[in-house]
C-alpha cells in the first residue's frame, strides 16, 4: 500500500499543478480564438496550433489516468490484468505527447521565418 506521506504529497502535488493547468488550458483557448478571428493568420500557423490544442488535451487525459495510478484509486494485482496494460500504455501515449511542444514550437518558429522571408506572396489572403 502506499504510505500516508506520500499520499499527502501527490495529492498536494495535485491540488498545485491542477489549476496551473486550468490556466494554461484557457490561455490556450483565448489565442485559439484570437487566431479563429483573425483574417491576418495564414492556415498553415493555424493548423499548428489545433495541432498542438488536439494533443495537449490527449496530455492532460494521460496525465489524469496516471494521476489516479499514482493516487492508488487504480491498482493492478498482476502483470497481465487489464489496468497494467492500460498504465504502460498511457504512460507510452504520455512520453509520446511529452514531445508534442517543442515539435510545434519549432514549427511554429520555421513557419514564421517563410512567412517573413516571403512576405509579398506568403500571407495574402485571396
Known sequence: AIEIFT??????????SLPIVFKVFFFIKQIELVIFQSAKFHLNI????I??????????????I???FQMN???FEDDTSISRKL??????VHMYELYVGPYCFFGFVIE????T?????????L
Open 7 to 16: 499520499l499527502a504529497f501527490l495529492v498536494f502535488l495535485t491540488f498545485v
Open 46 to 49: 493555424m493548423r499548428i496550433v
Open 51 to 64: 495541432f498542438f490544442i488536439a494533443h495537449l488535451c490527449v496530455l492532460a487525459a494521460c496525465r489524469s
Open 66 to 68: 496516471i494521476l489516479l
Open 73 to 75: 484509486i487504480f491498482s
Open 87 to 92: 498504465l504502460v500504455f498511457t504512460s507510452a
Open 112 to 115: 514564421r521565418i517563410f512567412a
Open 117 to 125: 522571408a516571403y512576405v509579398r506572396d506568403y500571407e495574402v489572403v
